[in-house]
């Protein structure tokens, strides 16, 4: 996961901006009991507690960081965390508490955020739905990000349609899942939950798809209603959107010779 995460993360160099401009202007002044995230806004993992924090109306800090240029105040923070795989090459996101503790590894950031802010929760009261929004999590860690990340990667026009093909297939198993619940917009109905937090990155990412592989979603969308729903549902949520670059300054991004993102036709 370590390779996948470093091919996700980066930014710009460490600077303090204001987090939660929708829902509070916040200083960037530090204090003691300053929530800090150190994030990155091109980092599908950094995304997910970022999504977290303005769901639960959390006033934040976010530190934008470059992971191939990381300040001595993000290794320090990192180090110090709870959650840290121990890499020598520390990984966003990091949050710091109010108290003052730290938490790396977006899944811990956000059990943990759960934990400490309770309303509105990011997993339902009912026992049934809260074990199928987790088990749709692990099976969208384990299938779409890496059918993702393939599609990505591939810069070989003959490898690429087999690579797309295996992600329409995860698609047409999305689809099936997505009708889990008879309610919606979202998986389990009304309400944004941890799937959802945890899928969202990859959608917000096939602005690069369509750029750098020609891919027409707006027919994917056609034939898939359900993710269409839910597509359009998180789109609408600010608290959702504020959590990333936009789609050209994240086409651009992954067009860096780190990254090495080329146009298939």
């Known amino acids: 996961m370590s390779s996948f995460l470093l091919r996700f993360s980066g930014g710009i160099s460490a600077v303090s901006l204001a987090g939660m401009s929708l829902f509070e202007t916040v200083s960037t002044k530090k204090h003691d009991d300053e929530v800090i995230l150190y994030a990155s806004k091109y980092c599908p993992f950094s995304q997910r507690a970022w999504i977290t924090l303005n769901l639960k109306r959390v006033p934040f800090v976010v530190k934008e960081i470059d992971l191939f240029n990381k300040s001595d105040e993000f290794v320090a923070a990192y180090k110090h965390s709870i959650g840290n795989a121990g890499h020598t090459n520390p990984e966003v996101p990091v949050l710091r508490t109010?108290?003052?503790?730290?938490?790396?590894?977006?899944?811990?950031?956000?059990?943990?955020?759960?934990?400490?802010?309770?309303?509105?929760?990011?997993?339902?009261?009912?026992?049934?739905?809260?074990?199928?929004?987790?088990?749709?999590?692990?099976?969208?860690?384990?299938?779409?990000?890496?059918?993702?990340?393939?599609?990505?990667?591939?810069?070989?026009?003959?490898?690429?349609?087999?690579?797309?093909?295996?992600?329409?297939?995860?698609?047409?198993?999305?689809?099936?899942?997505?009708?889990?619940?008879?309610?919606?917009?979202?998986?389990?109905?009304?309400?944004?939950?941890?799937?959802?937090?945890?899928?969202?990155?990859?959608?917000?990412?096939?602005?690069?798809?369509?750029?750098?592989?020609?891919?027409?979603?707006?027919?994917?969308?056609?034939?898939?209603?359900?993710?269409?729903?839910?597509?359009?549902?998180?789109?609408?949520?600010?608290a959702v959107t504020e959590s990333i670059a936009t789609n050209d300054e994240m086409i651009e991004y992954y067009g860096k010779p780190i990254f090495s993102m080329q146009k298939i036709i």
């Not at 979202?186 to 939950?193: H, M, V």
């Not at 592989?213 to 898939?224: I, L, N, Q, T, V």
């Open 98 to 238: 109010s108290d003052g503790q730290y938490i790396s590894n977006s899944v811990s950031v956000l059990r943990y955020l759960d934990r400490k802010y309770e309303n509105p929760s990011i997993f339902p009261p009912d026992a049934f739905q809260y074990i199928a929004v987790e088990n749709f999590a692990t099976w969208i860690a384990e299938n779409v990000y890496p059918a993702l990340v393939d599609v990505m990667l591939c810069n070989d026009k003959e490898g690429i349609n087999a690579k797309m093909a295996a992600f329409q297939g995860i698609w047409d198993q999305m689809e099936v899942k997505m009708g889990d619940f008879e309610e919606g917009p979202f998986y389990a109905g009304k309400e944004i939950y941890f799937c959802d937090i945890i899928l969202w990155p990859v959608f917000a990412r096939l602005c690069l798809l369509e750029y750098y592989r020609a891919m027409d979603f707006d027919e994917w969308f056609a034939r898939y209603p359900k993710l269409n729903q839910w597509y359009k549902a998180m789109k609408a949520n600010k």
